[in-house]
């Protein structure tokens, strides 16, 4: 007979609960809630940096970081969950006294000077925390690395390394070098999801790649007489604007440009740029040819071999590329194993036939073990009256698709 399902074994959770220990075992508890406000810092430039990283630091003096330690830690989370302002002294509500910065621009400083000059002489003896890496090389700006050994920061407290070949581990080398004490890897989890566009497209020099799916229930996306819109609603088409603007360039078939005519833009409220920074419009793509009256121009227009034209859009330097479809489109991505993200919103609508259009058109699966199997990355989220689905490759998947 066999053992009936006991969930996890107690030992498992043991295990568990061990392992997360050692990974977190000398990371200091304030390094934690001061990196959380780092990583919320960074989100301001999500939209405005690519090519670049979207980083984010905080400068905390000796005294505010004794502080910091003595309040608990959710708490001193939530009360840094408000937006503070660039360059910022601490606002009402959080410890006085620590500085914050994100990456400016296209070309302007990285977060680290960003928070450097907002602190002044404050920044001697003081913690730097940082995201990712700091440079240690002249690019459009001189080295960090550099610039905060000067300000006489004492430890540098680095989220991840950055795998850009001119830093990967040439920063913290400098700094260390220089005797400034280095700690890594300090809520690395949570950044590698952040600047996972940026890690890919610096590890493969391709772009991250989103496709974007609206569905019903029974996973049609275009009616018998090609019409499309809309099938979801006002929240999830909103949450499709967001994807477009945390791109650097939209791609669509040149039969859904011929099919829907779409302008492929980013149409958000005004008041997002408080949080996430202003939008830089993606360029637009049109896989095939696009009419000459049609409102997607100017794009780009691409053919041919798809992991040539992303070979291309990387080294234009696209960090993430959304696919809008349609479906023929989306099935030679998805067959060529060359999805990072799958986004799928569902509506609670039922096409309710075999006539309408699939997710993918094309051949699939021939048998039930060559299934393509990913994991969701993350509960199903209602927007509205619809869900949207993240769906992103197991590890393995992902080796054998590229
Ligand atoms: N629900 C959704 O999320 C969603 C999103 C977008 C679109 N749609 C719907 O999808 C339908 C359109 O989908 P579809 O499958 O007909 O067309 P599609 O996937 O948008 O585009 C297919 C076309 O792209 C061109 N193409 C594809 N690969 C190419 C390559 N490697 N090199 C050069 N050109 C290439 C070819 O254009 P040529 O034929 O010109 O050679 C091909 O016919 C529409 O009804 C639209 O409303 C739904």
Redesign the pocket.
């Known amino acids: 007979m066999s053992e009936p399902d006991r969930g996890i074994e107690p030992s498992s959770i043991e295990s568990l609960v061990r392992a997360k220990l050692a990974r977190e075992a000398g990371q200091r508890p304030e390094d934690r809630l001061w990196m959380s406000l780092a990583i919320h810092e960074a989100w301001r430039s999500r939209r405005s940096v690519a090519p670049r990283p979207w980083v984010g630091a905080v400068v905390v003096p000796g005294a505010v970081a004794t502080r910091a330690s003595e309040l608990p830690l959710p708490a001193a989370i939530s009360r840094f969950g408000s937006a503070l302002p660039l360059g910022h002294r601490s606002s009402p509500g959080c410890p006085e006294g620590a500085f914050a910065g994100s990456t400016q621009g296209a070309a302007g400083p990285h977060a680290e000077i960003v928070a450097l000059l907002a602190a002044g002489a404050l920044a001697a003896g003081a913690t730097l925390y940082v995201t990712l890496e700091p440079c240690a090389h002249f690019g459009q700006t001189p080295p960090c690395a550099d610039a905060v050994i000067e300000a006489g920061i004492r430890r540098v407290v680095i989220g991840l390394q950055d795998p850009d070949p001119k830093v990967a581990g040439a920063g913290i080398a400098k700094l260390e070098a220089a005797g400034v004490e280095v700690t890594t890897g300090v809520m690395a989890p949570v950044i590698e999801a952040q600047l996972a566009p940026y890690l890919a497209h610096r590890r493969t020099g391709r772009p991250y790649v989103v496709l974007?799916?609206?569905?019903t229930v029974d996973g049609r996306?275009?009616a018998p007489d090609?019409?499309?819109r809309w099938?979801t609603g006002d929240e999830a088409r909103l949450d499709a604007h967001r994807l477009r603007a945390d791109s650097d360039a939209i791609l669509?078939?040149?039969?859904?440009v011929r099919?829907?005519d779409p302008a492929l833009t980013v149409r958000l409220p005004l008041d997002e740029a408080d949080t996430y920074g202003p939008v830089v419009e993606p360029i637009r793509v049109v896989?095939?040819?696009a009419g000459a009256s049609a409102k997607v121009h100017p794009c780009l227009e691409v053919?041919?071999d798809?992991g040539a034209a992303l070979d291309d859009l990387g080294e234009r330097g696209i960090v993430q590329l959304m696919i809008?479809?349609?479906?023929?489109?989306a099935h030679?991505f998805h067959a060529a194993g060359l999805v990072d993200r799958y986004v799928i919103y569902l509506a609670p609508a039922l096409f309710g036939g075999d006539d309408a259009?699939p997710l993918f058109?094309g051949p699939g699966a021939g048998s039930i073990t060559d299934v393509w199997r990913g994991r969701f990355d993350g509960f199903p989220r209602p927007l509205g009256a619809d869900v949207r689905i993240d769906l992103v490759p197991r590890a393995d998947e992902r080796e054998e698709g590229t």
Do not use: H, N, Q, W
């Open positions: 974007k799916l609206a569905a996306t275009a090609g019409t499309s099938i669509a078939g040149a039969g859904t099919a829907d896989l095939g040819t053919s041919g798809l809008e479809g349609g479906a023929s489109v030679d259009t058109t």
